[in-house]
Nanobody, 118 residues
């Protein structure tokens, strides 16, 4: 069973930056999509950013221009660079890696807390 290990969360002041990482515990077949979700208290989980196997990225409107999703295929790792953080970005962030077809999989990270507060 593959595990996704997340790191990089923490407490940061408004306007600060964090970089989240999500690494697969072993080699995996190329995913169709790698994404980051977040869930704030009392709210539903929402997609923050996603990256297709072709390199196309899309972002939730409130993070456009501030967050960047990227990957390192050799390390089976996906990143989320978060700049200009706001208190409303406070949430637990989860990574998700998905592959469809014959050798499908759908893996989730354990979640990492991001708190933006002065």
């Amino acid at each position: 069973q593959v595990q996704l290990v997340e790191s990089g969360g923490g407490l940061v002041q408004p306007g600060g930056s964090l970089r989240l990482s999500c690494a697969a515990s072993r080699s995996i077949l190329t995913p169709n999509r790698m994404g980051w979700y977040r869930q704030a208290p009392g709210k539903q989980r929402e997609l923050v950013a996603a990256l297709s196997s072709g390199g196309s990225a899309n972002y939730e409107d409130s993070v456009k221009g501030r967050f960047t999703i990227s990957r390192d295929n050799a390390k089976n790792t996906v990143y989320l660079q978060m700049n200009s953080l706001r208190p409303e970005d406070t949430a637990v962030y989860y990574c998700n890696i998905v592959r469809g077809g014959q050798f499908a999989y759908d893996y989730w990270g354990q979640g990492t807390q991001v708190t933006v507060s002065s």
